[in-house]
């Protein structure tokens, strides 16, 4: 009977250690999308996306996963947020109708509804962005993944960087292509703590 | 046989004179930013930027040669965490505070090159001092872009691009968290500079 019962253990743990998908909020200190754009073709302009929120669920052993982030537009800075004499600072006008329209599109949305593992780490995120009403499969490669216990708070977290590139024609954003480059560099880096 | 004479010595001191054309350059602050990244606890990767930067650069394209001359504001500081909320500090606040960049005593950090290498026609490095917390150490930076021509719009003469290098931040005193939040800093700076 004991036997009958420790062989029931061992074959039903498999089936729980696959079924354990764990689910993370990101930290929004430590989360930031950041993006690079070329200038000119004379130097990179840098810029970041200061408040953004979401979620992911990940099981390691099913080598599966979602993620859905949100990132609020208007919190876009490059480092030019006062207008002086000038109508408008970069940041000003990268909120306006000609690049992100905050107004209207308040927020982004990046959805992924399938991960790519390599070996037992996730390596690649497939998924949509939704970028002024529009939406479209963009692509990111994890180029860091760690889960741990917190050094200082003992919480168990996993963290890491993201990045990708997109055009941001394909989402109507034409303002001043191509002096002010096409293709945009992504990066993501992130904390998520586990629920 | 005169008028030849004059030729030859016009053609002879011709290149002396393009060997001594300097030219000098202001740095586009709206356009040139520092940038650095450190690990984060092992995790991830906090990037930061400094908001407000000047200097001026000279260049010398025929004798390859130049300098360059950068001041930053050390509490021009942004990580995309300044708002404190109910916490005592934010991280932008802790930074230009005195476990990191101490900005109220050194509101300047300072790049000064000692030399300019060129590969071919591009600049590809610079050699320099940095001084962090009123220490100086050398600090090489690789030029990744470099272009000069006139701007699209405007048509001014200008030079542009990127320049990499890094730092041990505990070298200039800075220790606050190291290891967990890295010694080792990456520094990325995006520039333009119009011809004065």
Not at chain 2, 75 to 101: Q, V, Y
Request: one cysteine or more; a positive charge; hydrophobic letters at 35%.
């Amino acid at each position: 009977m004991k036997q009958t019962v420790i062989g029931l253990t061992l074959a039903i743990l498999p089936l729980t250690c696959v079924a354990a998908p764990e689910s993370y909020t990101f930290d929004p200190y430590h989360t930031f999308v950041h993006f690079g754009v070329d200038h000119n073709d004379f130097s990179t302009i840098w810029g970041r996306f200061e408040k953004c929120s979401g979620k992911f669920s990940i099981d390691l052993q099913a080598k599966t996963g979602t993620l859905e982030v949100i990132v609020e537009t208007g919190s876009v800075t490059t480092g030019d947020s006062v207008r002086g004499n000038r109508p408008r600072s970069r940041d000003e006008h990268l909120r306006s109708a000609d690049f992100f329209n905050a107004v209207e599109f308040p927020r982004m949305r990046y959805k992924a509804g399938s991960v790519k593992f390599n070996g037992d780490a996730p390596a690649e995120l497939r998924g949509d962005l939704t970028l002024l009403g529009v939406t479209r499969p963009v692509t990111l490669m994890l180029d860091r993944w760690k889960c741990a216990p917190h050094a200082v708070t003992k919480r168990w977290i996993c963290g890491g960087n993201a990045v990708g590139t997109l055009k941001r024609t394909d989402f109507g954003m034409k303002w001043g292509v191509p002096a002010t480059g096409d293709e945009v560099k992504i990066l993501v880096t992130f904390e998520a703590f586990r629920d | 046989m005169m008028r030849r004479a004059i030729l030859g010595a016009i053609a002879a001191v011709m290149p002396l004179l393009a060997a001594a054309q300097v030219e000098s350059y202001t740095i586009d602050p709206i356009h040139s930013f520092l940038n650095f990244s450190v690990d984060h606890l092992g995790f991830t990767t906090i990037y930061g930027r400094f908001d407000k930067s000047s200097g001026k650069a000279t260049l010398d394209r025929s004798g390859k040669k130049g300098s360059v001359d950068i001041a930053v504001e050390s509490a021009s500081i942004t990580t995309g965490d300044n708002d404190k909320g109910s916490r005592p500090r934010s991280r932008d606040e802790h930074l230009r505070s005195a476990d990191f960049f101490n900005s109220a005593e050194f509101p300047r950090m300072a790049f000064k090159s000692t030399a300019f290498r060129f590969s071919g026609e591009s600049l590809s490095e610079i050699e320099g001092q940095v001084t962090l917390l009123g220490v100086t150490k050398p600090l090489t930076l690789k030029v990744e872009r470099w272009k000069c021509g006139p701007h699209p719009f405007s048509k001014k003469e200008m030079c542009g691009g990127t320049a990499n290098g890094r730092i041990k931040r505990s070298e200039f005193g800075m220790k606050y968290g190291v290891p967990a939040i890295g010694d080792e800093v990456n520094l990325m700076m995006g520039f333009e500079a119009y011809r004065d």
